[in-house]
């Protein structure tokens, strides 16, 4: 099983304001873009993907060229496709704070995880 994260919140204010500077902002991306072990890809609000690094290159199994851009349903078992779950997911977010989903995911080679 996968445990999904989805926050809504706004960037940080005070202190934590140099994180989003831009040399903070590319430290930030910097460190993101190096994580193996975890999957910190991000999805626009459309359920598309528009950021993977290097974790979910290697838990996912697709290169960056071939994700980006397409629809995160690719990741999701039938049964939650036919259920709508990928069109939900996006806009929980906005409407919650945040989602948190546990299910099971399909990588490039079809097993779940």
């Known amino acids: 099983m996968h445990e999904t994260l989805l926050t809504g919140a706004d960037r ?3 202190t934590a304001r140099d994180l989003w500077s831009p040399e903070g902002e590319n430290q930030f991306r910097l460190f993101v873009s190096s994580v193996r072990d975890y999957d ?3 999805l626009d609000f459309d359920g598309r993907a528009v ?3 290097a974790g979910a290159r290697h838990i996912q199994g697709y ?4 994700i980006l851009g397409r629809s995160f349903e690719v990741f999701y078992p039938e049964g939650d496709r036919a259920w709508g779950f990928p069109e939900r997911h996006p806009a929980a977010p906005a409407a919650w704070g945040e989602l948190r989903y546990e299910g099971w995911r399909l990588p490039q080679d079809g097993s779940r995880f």
């Open 63 to 66: 290169e960056a060229e071939e």
């Open 40 to 42: 910190s890809s991000m």
């Open 12 to 14: 940080p204010t005070g």
């Open 51 to 53: 950021s993977w690094n």
